[in-house]
């Protein structure tokens, strides 16, 4: 069989080996999902969020000079 040529038998070969065995070697990407509502309460008013975060981008402006 020379360079670039097409073998079905070869292909059919790696099918069979890397396909679903039942081994538990694939990964199911639905298996963790959920349903529902996250909430998150930062115990923080908006105006405290605010200047913490003006005083973080002003020490990072500080950094690059």
């Avoid at 099918?15 to 990407?29: E, H, I, K, M, P």
């Avoid at 930062?42 to 913490?52: I, P, Y």
């Amino acid at each position: 069989m020379g360079f670039g040529s097409y073998d079905e038998s070869e292909q059919e070969r790696q099918q069979n080996d890397g396909g679903d065995a039942g081994d538990g070697s694939t990964v199911d990407a639905h298996e963790n999902e959920h349903e529902g509502e996250a909430s998150f309460e930062a115990g923080a008013s908006t105006d405290d969020l605010v200047s913490q975060l003006q005083t973080m981008k002003d020490d990072d402006e500080d950094d690059e000079e």
